[in-house]
């Protein structure tokens, strides 16, 4: 049995592969003393922290919904969100004056539509969908555990969880947790870290949730923590910079082995069939927008994760989206088997290390 020290990147749609390959490590019986994530990683990572087991996280990631969809399809489950009242009205008015025109305008008018949303909040998804979804999971799990704080999880659990998110209004970083932000809720946690750029909105730091390092933060705009650490591996080592080791508190006493898992674009997913054709990403727009998703989200892990002195664990997931939301059964197995493969492997190779 090792104690680990876990680490996850964030990937949107792509991070069942994390449940998958915390499941194999569960299964082995293995100790996760301290887990951080970012985005996909902090649902993981919360997930772990509040006590769910590997088999859990394997059936939340094949789990289909009546509609035979994905789970996660509950995610962007509510409409996109209403535009401003001025926004409204220019756009009415370009919709009547391009009612003799061809109908491509029209849809290429309503895509501008939903685009001009995002103006007001960040985004152009609400994200209640995904926060109602967590709400559910975590009080069927166990009563009132939907309404914790990092402070009282922590308190409660005994377990160390950061989850990282990025604050817009300071343009600074994020690392929640018991130390840094113990009266923020859990929920509302999880839901800044995954906050994807321009598809959910940011969410708006209240009085309530009390301060970040003693620090007011009551008004802040946070989101997705992709955008400034979306493999947060930096958090689990041993560090000398001061701010790494006040947000994640003295060193504990007993040692533990690193481990970071990578969702990785560039290696293939055996026998994963192709995305069907007809998704948002195929338009002018989708298309522009997942790609600029995808780069904010992935754009400086490459480096990191070559750079590494921790060894990495690659997911496969070459292929998928970050907003794949709506991916088949056939694809998302595929993934899950891949990474299964493939966290496999690693712990084989840890393991034989470790007895050396």
Not at 65 to 77: C, H, I, N, R, S
Not at 124 to 140: A, C, M, P, S, V
Not at 156 to 164: A, F, K, W, Y
Not at 252 to 263: D, K, N, R, S, W
Request: glycine content about 8%.
């Amino acid at each position: 049995m090792l104690t680990i020290d876990l680490a996850l990147q964030g990937g949107g749609s792509k991070g069942i592969a994390l449940n998958a390959a915390i499941a194999e490590l569960l299964r082995r019986g293995h100790v996760i003393r301290r887990v951080v994530g970012t985005s996909a990683g902090a649902i993981a990572a919360s997930l772990v922290a509040t006590g769910f087991t590997g088999d859990e996280l394997l059936e939340m990631s094949l789990e289909r919904t009546d509609k035979d969809e994905p789970l996660f399809a509950e995610y962007v489950a509510e409409p996109l969100l209403s535009p401003s009242p001025q926004v409204e009205v220019e756009v009415s008015e370009l919709q009547r004056a391009a009612l003799r025109l061809p109908g491509e305008l029209g849809r290429r008018l309503m895509t501008a539509h939903a685009a001009m949303s995002f103006f007001d909040t960040g985004g152009l998804n609400t994200g209640d969908g995904f926060t109602g979804w967590l709400l559910r999971t975590l009080e069927q799990k166990s009563p009132g555990l939907s309404r914790i704080t990092l402070g009282q999880l922590h308190a409660r659990t005994g377990r160390h969880l950061t989850l990282i998110a990025t604050d817009l209004t300071a343009r600074r970083l994020r690392a929640l947790n018991h130390l840094s932000a113990p009266d923020c809720p859990l929920v509302m946690a999880v839901r800044m870290s995954m906050s994807i750029p321009l598809l959910f909105a940011e969410v708006i730091w209240r009085a309530e949730w009390g301060t970040y390092l003693g620090q007011p933060l009551t008004g802040h705009a946070l989101v997705d923590g992709g955008m400034l650490s979306n493999l947060p591996v930096s958090f689990i080592l041993p560090s000398a910079n001061p701010l790494v080791a006040t947000l994640m508190g003295p060193p504990p006493t007993e040692p533990a082995i690193p481990v970071g898992l990578v969702l990785d674009t560039m290696l293939e997913v055996p026998g994963a069939p192709p995305e069907p054709a007809g998704r948002m990403a195929q338009s002018r727009f989708g298309h522009r927008l997942g790609a600029l998703m995808d780069t904010v989200i992935n754009g400086a892990d490459l480096s990191l994760a070559d750079a590494s002195p921790v060894p990495l664990c690659h997911l496969p997931a070459k292929g998928y989206s970050a907003t794949e939301f709506t991916m088949s059964q056939q694809r998302a197995q595929a993934l899950v088997d891949a990474a299964t493969a493939a966290a496999r492997k690693y712990f084989d190779a840890l393991e034989a290390a470790q007895q050396r």
